[in-house]
């Protein structure tokens, strides 16, 4: 089927925020007495707050202070944010530009809450140039149920089936997926898992490759 939208995932995928977050949520923890490491951090990736948060109880007990994380974990991240900035993906401009020659609409759908949605996509120059931003707690189930992704197509008004989506995460991958959209799967910092590699339409290596995809299939 001949592409008529393109959906992209945010944090990891246009963003270099994952290692903004993975400070943030691991500093905040630790500072709370419940050290986060790196394997319970990656199965937090490209999920929902609210899924984050119940594993985090799932993984520390019902005695983890969620209350005190949620007020400290933000403070974290935006100190990180003033001192590194919010970084674009390489390729990411070039892609863009390619999609606004072929007229081809563009979507947000990421798991992060509209007002980090908002701060990080102004802080990394891309504020107004998506048609659609469907954040995470506009939809009922987070990635990887396929609802974000089913939104995004519903307010572009196409087939769920003509959309390529851009993702990063096996959370994400699966989502757009089992939405019925093709998947270009760009991995960050996680090596992608054989789900994610299964699921997936292709496997990239970065945004640059995904323009010369979308080129091919017209």
């Not at 050290?35 to 594993?55: F, I, K, M, Q």
Request: glycine share 8%.
């Amino acid at each position: 089927m001949k592409v008529t939208a393109v959906v992209f995932d945010m944090d990891g995928l246009m963003l270099d925020t994952e290692p903004l977050y993975k400070v943030a949520w691991q500093g905040a923890s630790a500072e709370l007495g419940y050290p986060l490491d790196d394997p319970s951090y990656a199965r937090l990736v490209g999920r929902p707050t609210s899924d984050c948060e119940n594993e985090l109880l799932a993984q520390f007990g019902s005695g983890f202070p969620l209350d005190q994380f949620r007020a400290r974990w933000p403070q974290c991240w935006r100190a990180e944010v003033a001192a590194r900035g919010i970084q674009q993906k390489p390729g990411l401009q070039e892609l863009l530009a390619f999609l606004q020659e072929r007229r081809l609409p563009t979507a947000v759908a990421t798991s992060s809450e509209a007002d980090y949605a908002t701060f990080s996509l102004r802080h990394a120059g891309l504020e107004g140039r998506f048609e659609i931003i469907v954040t995470g707690e506009e939809v009922s189930r987070g990635k990887p149920a396929p609802d974000i992704y089913l939104e995004a197509a519903r307010r572009l008004n196409v087939d769920p089936a003509g959309c390529i989506a851009l993702e990063d995460s096996e959370a994400g991958t699966l989502a757009a997926t089992r939405a019925g959209m093709r998947t270009l799967l760009v991995p960050d910092w996680l090596e992608p898992s054989a789900a994610a590699v299964r699921a997936a339409f292709r496997v990239l290596a970065s945004l640059h490759d995904a323009r010369g995809v979308l080129a091919d299939l017209g």
